[in-house]
Antibody, heavy 119, light 111 residues
């Protein structure tokens, strides 16, 4: 069964960094694109970035350039999303999702990880 | 990259059809990438793909869901509306240089 399982809720203070993990089951992250999205409370979906199979190449949305990093650990088939210099505007549920190469859609999605930023 | 434009809400009675538009630019929806997808999200749940590649339907998605595109606007049509179709719907398009953008979202209400 193909699945993505994310790490649990994080409560952070402004200015800190957070790292969220996304572990694959039933497939290897070395063979698929893994995308990250977020959804602030009551708001829509926002695409953040993607990590590719080949050499861990990444692409990020302009809104996050310089503040987000995607990395992967092939031995555990896990992808990590790190977001730095957190503010209250970063409070959101963060999702990872798989894209089969050159298909242009995301399936499946992880269950989501709430990151709450508060002083 | 600005979000693609969707109407905030749409509604219909059971059995009726509802169409949701998703308007972008020649750099995304109208960019001939054929990478427009639609996602259904029930409250508190994970998004689920209902249309990909503009018109394709994943296995298991009812055939009452269909997609189309004209120029810079993509559309999702739900025919024979059912109570379980009440949800938020988001379009998503490939932009350029391996980036994507989502639509602003549409809340579909079954009257």
């Amino acid at each position: 069964q193909v699945d993505l399982v994310q790490s649990g809720t994080e409560v952070m203070t402004p200015g800190a960094s957070v790292r969220v993990s996304c572990k694959s089951f039933g497939f290897s992250v070395s063979n698929y694109y893994i995308h990250w999205m977020r959804q602030a409370p009551g708001q829509g979906l926002e695409w953040m970035g993607v990590i590719f199979p080949s050499g861990g190449v990444t692409s990020y949305a302009q809104n996050f350039s310089g503040r987000v990093s995607l990395t992967r650990e092939t031995s555990t088939s896990t992808v990590y999303m790190e977001l730095r210099s957190l503010t209250s505007d970063d409070t959101a549920v963060y999702f990872c999702a798989r894209e089969a190469p050159y298909t242009g859609y995301f399936d499946p999605w992880g269950q989501g990880t709430l990151v709450a930023v508060s002083s | 990259q600005s979000a693609l434009t969707q109407p905030p809400s749409a509604s219909g009675s059971p059995g009726q059809s509802v169409t949701i538009s998703c308007t972008g630019t020649s750099s995304d929806v109208g960019g001939n990438y054929n990478f427009v997808s639609w996602y259904q999200q029930h409250p508190g749940k994970v998004p689920k793909v209902v249309i990909y590649g503009v018109t394709k339907r994943p296995s298991g998605v009812p055939d009452r869901f269909s997609g189309s595109q004209s120029g810079n606007t993509a559309s999702l049509t739900i025919s024979g509306l059912q109570a379980e179709d009440e949800a938020d719907y988001y379009c998503c398009s490939y932009v350029d240089r391996s980036k994507y953008v989502f639509g602003s979202g549409t809340k579909v209400t079954v009257l």
